[in-house]
């Protein structure tokens, strides 16, 4: 996941078959910490490391588990959706040295570095290198650019931007998701993200989705209460993120 706070972070991703037992799992489970420990040694042995996995909140035996092997629950997301079939949000006014427009490829390396901007005191979001950014957003085939958003400056730079890719966790409904929603630290507390977030719904409904979802950290009060002012409801299928710390040189 980058390196930030003189911290190299790395994510541990699981995924098991609701009908493997509990041995395989409890071995999935120590290869990963082994394979961590590994990446930290390889990589950036003179830095910490900071491993980060999420847990749903009904995964009470891998929320032991985890305890157990020293991580700590550090925030917890928030799952909501909005359906578009509910009334039109209203925008926030734009600072007039800005222009809201859809996303296009002449703007991914400025958004890319915004996102960075962005993200960067957040320990939830990764700060992407260029490769992994096209696996975050803007690369996926799921990337949907005209239900993306930017606000540009009168420099042609990003301050700001949402974007949107279809779901592909659920094939029973035809939704959307704001995969990410970020403003650069100089241009926050103008309503930027109100409205990119206005504008993205718009789009959705037109192009014939029904629901948008999104994620939110429990902690981001504000944020969160910008998104039921836009019509968002939680869904009950949140998950904690626990981490734990790998001192320097590999040792654990």
Same mark, same amino acid.
């Given at each position: ?12 991703t ?37 491993? %980060? ?16 092997? %020293? ?7 928030v ?12 925008? +926030? ?39 992994s ?57 103008? %309503? ?6 206005a504008?993205?719904l ?14 939110a ?5 504000? +944020? ?6 836009? %019509? ?21």
């Open positions: 996941m980058g390196v930030a706070a003189d911290a190299l972070r790395l994510r541990l699981r995924a098991i078959r609701p009908d493997i037992g509990d041995e395989v799992d409890s071995h999935l489970h120590s290869w990963l910490l082994e394979k961590a420990g590994r990446l930290h040694r390889e990589r950036a042995p003179e830095l910490d490391a900071i491993l %980060g996995t999420r847990c749903g909140d009904s995964q009470q035996t891998l929320s032991s588990r985890l305890t157990d092997a %020293g991580f700590e629950p550090t925030w917890r997301k799952d909501m959706v909005h359906d578009l079939n509910t009334p039109r949000p209203t925008d +926030a006014p734009t600072p007039p040295e800005l222009v809201i427009v859809p996303f296009e490829t002449r703007y991914d390396e400025r958004t890319w570095r915004a996102h960075n901007d962005a993200y960067a005191a957040s320990p939830s979001a990764a700060v992407l290198d260029r490769e950014w096209q696996q975050h957003a803007t690369g996926l085939s799921s990337f949907l650019p005209g239900a993306s958003f930017v606000a540009v400056t009168p420099e042609d730079d990003v301050a700001a931007f949402v974007l949107t890719v279809r779901d592909t966790d659920d094939d029973r409904r035809n939704d959307a998701v704001l995969e990410c929603v970020g403003t650069r630290v100089a241009w926050r507390r103008r %309503g930027l993200a109100r409205t990119l977030v504008e993205a718009r789009a959705c409904r037109t192009n014939g989705f029904e629901r948008v979802r999104l994620q950290d429990s902690a981001n009060s504000a +944020a969160i209460e910008l998104y039921v002012k836009l %019509g968002f409801i939680e869904t009950g299928r949140g998950y904690s993120v626990l981490t734990r710390r790998l001192k320097a040189s590999g040792n654990t």
